[in-house]
């Protein structure tokens, strides 16, 4: 068995997503830095201060013991991954509410196509779907807890298969 | 093709030519049962079953009611009463490969009936089927699972590869299903087996199993390989093109007991 949320955090960051013609920055969980400057902006980052990983359960399909080979029962692993988008730092520019707002919304439409369109086949993964995302206000922390940001929340829920490697 | 199980996202379903997995909810149960005899007297001391003539079908569809002109599932279904060819692949954790399960058949459909949905108020359509429809000659056909020789994919050379291992040789026949989705020229399509190897070499005629000269455009149909014909364990598709160049297509075997 392998618990996949490296495999899905790494492709997440390999995708593609566009401000305008230009790719947001999109950090890996080994990338996440502590704290988020405004030149980071607009970036896309696991959810490390309220869980990367969050409603985990497994739920048993079948008869037997065991679960994680295939001579064993099967299990299915379900969780969510949770990311944060940060547009740009509560503050900047002028007219800021409402500069900031129709873009964090607009670059979350399209985060939503870009994770909604290309994983659907994540390594040990046999399902990701996004399950919820919202737009919170000028409510999002860094990591480090010390810059508040516009943009908005995001998660998926996965679906591995216990006795697959 | 992989091996295990999966989950419904995996599923691909074919009618008439046509790809209509897009609007799928769900179809089934997909069956192939024996009935029990109705004919039991207070003097039997059990209730037999009928072993030799299983019954096949396909259940009910429901799907998301779309009328996109030409290929929505609301214009290509709201037609009921006739025979319909239906596949529907099962892929592995990853979309239907050659190797993969498949149950095909021919339906008579019962109705088309538009219902209100219940996930976000979504129209939707339900279609019951019938078991197999007797206007259409399908052999003595008695199962409807078997394997995926080819995934909807677009080809436009002959193949010379290897096929899928079926496990065994079989001795009665069966029928090859096919869906051609898009085709710019006229194409036959067909299945070849092998009973000794799995090298391109190896493969030669199953007689019963090509279609007739295909249009360009879509089409579909079966071939049917007649009761007590040889089958080999080893099978793949075929295909040879009288114009054009390309036809994107599904087929698949099915091998009878």
């Not at chain 1, 969980?29 to 902006?41: H, Q, S």
């Amino acid at each position: 068995m392998t618990f996949n949320v490296l495999s899905l955090t790494d492709a997440i960051s390999k995708l593609t997503i566009l401000n305008g013609t230009t790719p947001i920055r999109i950090y890996d969980l080994d990338e996440v830095p502590d704290e988020i400057l405004p030149r980071f902006c607009p970036c896309l980052w696991p959810d490390v201060n309220a869980g990367v990983v969050s409603g985990s359960r497994i739920d048993r399909m079948s008869f037997g013991g065991g679960g994680i080979t295939s001579t064993g029962a099967r299990k299915d692993l379900v969780y969510t991954i949770n990311y944060c988008f940060c547009y740009m730092p509560v503050g900047t520019g002028r007219m800021e509410i409402k500069n900031h707002f129709p873009k964090v919304a607009t670059i979350t439409g399209a985060i939503l196509a870009a994770l909604i369109g290309s994983l659907d086949t994540v390594t040990g993964s046999v399902s990701v779907d996004v399950s919820s995302w919202s737009i919170p206000g000028r409510s999002i922390s860094d990591p480090a807890g010390s810059n508040q940001f516009s943009g908005s929340l995001l998660s998926l829920l996965v679906n591995e298969f216990t006795e697959l490697g | 093709m992989a091996t295990g199980r999966t989950v419904s996202k995996f599923r691909r379903l074919y009618i008439d030519g046509y790809d209509l997995s897009k609007y799928g909810i769900n179809i089934g149960p997909l069956s192939v049962s024996y009935p029990e005899s109705m004919v039991a007297t207070f003097a039997d001391a059990i209730q037999g079953a009928m072993l030799g003539v299983p019954k096949i079908s396909c259940g009910t569809l429901n799907g998301v009611f779309d009328n996109t002109a030409t290929s929505g599932l609301h214009v290509l279904m709201n037609g009921a009463g006739g025979a319909r060819y239906v596949m529907v692949a099962q892929g592995i954790q990853a979309a239907p490969a050659q190797g993969d399960p498949v149950f095909c058949g021919v339906f008579g459909q019962l109705a088309y009936e538009g219902v209100q949905g219940s996930i976000d108020d979504t129209a939707t359509a339900t279609i019951p089927f019938s078991g197999p429809a007797v206007s259409v000659a399908s052999g003595a056909l008695n199962d409807a699972w078997g394997l995926l020789l080819h995934a909807n994919a677009a080809e436009t050379v002959a193949n010379t590869a290897a096929g899928v291992d079926d496990g065994a040789a079989s001795a009665n026949g069966g029928v090859f299903f096919y869906h051609a989705t898009a085709s710019n020229g006229t194409v036959t399509l067909s299945c070849q087996h092998s009973t000794t190897t799995n090298v391109n070499g190896s493969f030669g005629t199953l007689t019963g199993a090509t279609s007739t000269l295909l249009p360009s455009g879509v089409s579909f149909g079966i071939g049917v390989v007649a009761p007590g014909v040889a089958v080999g364990r080893y099978l793949r598709w075929q295909l040879a093109f009288t114009a054009g160049s390309s036809v994107t297509f599904v087929c698949a075997f099915i091998r009878a007991k």
